[in-house]
């Protein structure tokens, strides 16, 4: 399916990246141990190489390849699980992520397939989609996910107000804040399980004016709170500090005061094979050395994120 893959280990042991090319696309599948594949396996793999969406955060922010099929997304997640030795079976929690790389409700086609083999593949795995939430039909997505009762929902907040993601996150055609609060409900009504949403905490987004807003929008009754540490897009500058470490600590009380349910995403291999959200070293690599196959995505030469030192 792929013509190579590579496997670079952190020197965080519990976790691996896997690099995955052919002559017209680059895939990161990132693949975690929580201590062990037997007692945990997490695996993000990437929808679409490079992405159309541009978060200035993200890596591949700046160009676009193409949507993946279902089955090079599948393909990632095999090659994932034979990285890890161990039987799918034999794992008590294994996690696939649609989250490494591409946004994946732009590739319904790909995703839809991909979750169709998957959890009949390996019916023990909890699949988790995450999304900016640009503007798609939604009830075909409340229906697979009603149908497949192994799919979660994410949605990759970031920011307390409209105006400050729009920022973050230039592309247009996608929800507000208002209309993704409404959209996760209704996902919720339709499933019975609860959304969730990520929330990357920062200097300038981490205060109690944003809980308090985050808190009027999304219903803790109905909502999850996932709150990341940021990452260092680029390679070679430090990719987390105890100062960002200390901004989702904090972050997270303010959001548990309120009555969500927290959980705080701090993963391993940041700073040497770039394991956190949207670092994704190695695709800036093949996408310089490939200018023909990448084109610019709507972040294409607009400012990027960069973590703050310390203080």
């Not at 017209?24 to 975690?32: F, I, K, P, R, S």
Request: charged share 25%; glycine share 8%; aromatic share 8%.
């Amino acid at each position: 399916m792929f013509d190579t893959i590579k496997t670079i280990q952190s020197a965080e042991t519990s976790v691996k990246k896997l690099i995955l090319t052919k002559k017209d696309a680059v895939a990161e599948t990132v693949l975690y141990r929580y201590p062990t594949y037997e007692k945990r396996t997490v695996i993000c793999c990437s929808t679409q190489s490079g992405c159309p969406v541009g978060c200035r955060f993200c890596g591949a922010g700046d160009f676009f390849v193409r949507s993946f099929s279902a089955e090079e997304v599948v393909a990632q997640v095999d090659a994932a699980i034979a990285e890890s030795g161990t039987s799918a079976a034999k794992m008590d929690r294994l996690q696939i992520m649609f989250m490494s790389m591409g946004e994946p409700l732009l590739n319904w086609n790909g995703l839809s397939g991909a979750c169709e083999t998957l959890c009949e593949k390996y019916p023990n795995a909890a699949l988790l989609i995450s999304t900016i939430a640009p503007r798609v039909n939604f009830d075909r997505l409340n229906e697979l996910s009603a149908r497949i009762r192994q799919i979660g929902l994410q949605f990759s907040i970031h920011k307390s107000t409209d105006v400050e993601r729009d920022a973050l996150i230039p592309f247009k055609s996608k929800l507000t804040l208002t209309e993704i609060a409404e959209t996760g409900t209704a996902w919720h009504q339709t499933t019975g399980r609860k959304p969730f949403f990520n929330y990357c905490a920062g200097d300038d987004n981490s205060s109690a004016e944003d809980a308090d807003r985050l808190t009027a929008l999304f219903d803790p009754a109905i909502w999850e709170c996932t709150v990341s540490v940021i990452c260092e897009r680029n390679e070679g500058l430090p990719a987390r500090n105890e100062h960002q470490e200390g901004l989702a600590r904090d972050f997270s009380g303010l959001m548990l005061d309120r009555g969500f349910n927290v959980r705080v995403f701090d993963p391993a291999g940041q700073d040497d094979i770039g394991g956190g959200c949207g670092q994704l070293w190695f695709v800036q690599g093949w996408m310089q050395n490939n200018p023909d196959k990448a084109r610019p995505s709507c972040g294409n030469g607009m400012p990027k994120v960069h973590v703050p030192s310390a203080a």
